[in-house]
Protein backbone atom coordinates (compact mmCIF):
# COMPACT_ATOMS: atom_id res chain seq x y z
CA UNK A 1 0.00 0.00 0.00
CA UNK A 2 0.82 3.46 -0.53
CA UNK A 3 0.12 6.73 1.74
CA UNK A 4 0.66 10.37 0.14
CA UNK A 5 0.65 13.19 2.73
CA UNK A 6 0.30 16.38 1.33
CA UNK A 7 1.46 19.54 3.57
CA UNK A 8 1.57 23.25 3.07
CA UNK A 9 -1.62 24.27 2.25
CA UNK A 10 -3.35 27.56 3.79
CA UNK A 11 -4.54 31.13 3.30
CA UNK A 12 -2.60 33.91 0.99
CA UNK A 13 -3.42 37.37 -0.21
CA UNK A 14 -3.29 37.62 -3.81
CA UNK A 15 0.04 37.95 -4.87
CA UNK A 16 1.66 35.26 -2.51
CA UNK A 17 3.38 32.47 -2.08
CA UNK A 18 2.62 29.14 -1.07
CA UNK A 19 4.84 25.89 -1.39
CA UNK A 20 3.18 22.44 -1.49
CA UNK A 21 4.96 19.38 -0.58
CA UNK A 22 4.08 15.51 -0.74
CA UNK A 23 5.84 12.70 0.64
CA UNK A 24 5.00 9.12 -0.51
CA UNK A 25 5.72 5.43 1.69
CA UNK A 26 4.69 2.30 1.45
CA UNK A 27 5.60 -0.20 -0.67
CA UNK A 28 6.84 1.85 -3.49
CA UNK A 29 8.84 -0.56 -6.79
CA UNK A 30 8.86 2.67 -9.08
CA UNK A 31 7.39 6.44 -9.56
CA UNK A 32 7.20 6.70 -13.06
CA UNK A 33 5.02 10.25 -13.02
CA UNK A 34 4.26 12.77 -10.20
CA UNK A 35 1.94 15.51 -9.90
CA UNK A 36 -0.75 17.89 -8.34
CA UNK A 37 -4.28 18.19 -9.45
CA UNK A 38 -7.03 20.60 -7.85
CA UNK A 39 -10.76 20.85 -7.41
CA UNK A 40 -12.23 24.06 -7.11
CA UNK A 41 -15.92 23.88 -5.21
CA UNK A 42 -18.76 23.03 -8.30
CA UNK A 43 -15.58 22.05 -10.75
CA UNK A 44 -14.51 19.17 -11.64
CA UNK A 45 -10.98 18.05 -11.00
CA UNK A 46 -8.37 19.22 -13.31
CA UNK A 47 -4.39 18.97 -13.20
CA UNK A 48 -2.27 21.78 -12.49
CA UNK A 49 1.36 20.38 -13.13
CA UNK A 50 3.25 17.02 -13.72
CA UNK A 51 6.61 15.33 -13.68
CA UNK A 52 8.26 12.43 -15.03
CA UNK A 53 10.57 10.14 -14.05
CA UNK A 54 12.82 11.49 -16.59
CA UNK A 55 12.22 15.09 -15.57
CA UNK A 56 9.87 16.22 -18.19
CA UNK A 57 7.61 19.17 -16.89
CA UNK A 58 3.60 19.72 -17.98
CA UNK A 59 1.79 22.85 -16.54
CA UNK A 60 -1.78 23.19 -17.27
CA UNK A 61 -1.85 27.30 -19.31
CA UNK A 62 -3.28 29.11 -16.07
CA UNK A 63 0.01 28.58 -14.03
CA UNK A 64 2.73 28.13 -16.64
CA UNK A 65 5.36 31.08 -15.17
CA UNK A 66 3.55 31.20 -11.79
CA UNK A 67 4.07 27.37 -10.53
CA UNK A 68 6.80 25.33 -10.16
CA UNK A 69 6.84 21.18 -9.44
CA UNK A 70 10.00 19.52 -8.59
CA UNK A 71 11.03 16.52 -6.87
CA UNK A 72 13.03 15.73 -3.56
CA UNK A 73 15.98 14.40 -3.70
CA UNK A 74 15.07 11.21 -1.83
CA UNK A 75 12.73 10.57 -5.20
CA UNK A 76 9.68 10.13 -2.87
CA UNK A 77 8.69 13.65 -2.56
CA UNK A 78 7.08 16.03 -4.76
CA UNK A 79 6.89 19.46 -4.47
CA UNK A 80 4.46 22.79 -6.13
CA UNK A 81 6.04 26.30 -5.56
CA UNK A 82 3.15 28.64 -6.53
CA UNK A 83 3.74 32.41 -6.90
CA UNK A 84 1.78 35.27 -7.58
CA UNK A 85 -1.24 33.53 -6.63
CA UNK A 86 -4.84 34.43 -7.58
CA UNK A 87 -7.98 34.08 -6.55
CA UNK A 88 -8.94 31.39 -9.15
CA UNK A 89 -5.83 29.59 -7.46
CA UNK A 90 -8.61 28.59 -4.76
CA UNK A 91 -9.12 25.23 -4.72
CA UNK A 92 -8.52 21.92 -3.11
CA UNK A 93 -4.59 20.59 -3.83
CA UNK A 94 -4.20 16.87 -4.54
CA UNK A 95 -0.73 14.90 -4.95
CA UNK A 96 -0.76 11.97 -7.47
CA UNK A 97 1.69 9.36 -8.29
CA UNK A 98 1.86 6.78 -10.17
CA UNK A 99 4.09 3.26 -10.21
CA UNK A 100 4.34 0.67 -11.85
CA UNK A 101 1.73 -1.15 -9.74
CA UNK A 102 -0.74 1.23 -9.57
CA UNK A 103 -1.71 5.31 -9.39
CA UNK A 104 -2.37 7.35 -5.78
CA UNK A 105 -3.64 10.24 -4.59
CA UNK A 106 -3.07 12.41 -1.50
CA UNK A 107 -5.93 13.01 1.04
CA UNK A 108 -5.60 17.20 -0.74
CA UNK A 109 -4.93 20.11 0.96
CA UNK A 110 -6.76 23.55 1.26
CA UNK A 111 -5.65 26.93 -0.91
CA UNK A 112 -7.15 29.62 -0.41
CA UNK A 113 -6.00 32.53 -1.98
CA UNK A 114 -8.35 35.69 -0.71
CA UNK A 115 -7.54 39.75 0.42
Known amino acids: QVQLVESGGGLVQPGGSLRLSCVASGRILLITLMGWYRQAPGKERELVAS???????NYTDSVSGRFTISRGNGKRSVYLQMNSLKPEDTAVYYCNVHTLTGHYWGQGTQVTVSS
Open 51 to 57: LTRGGST
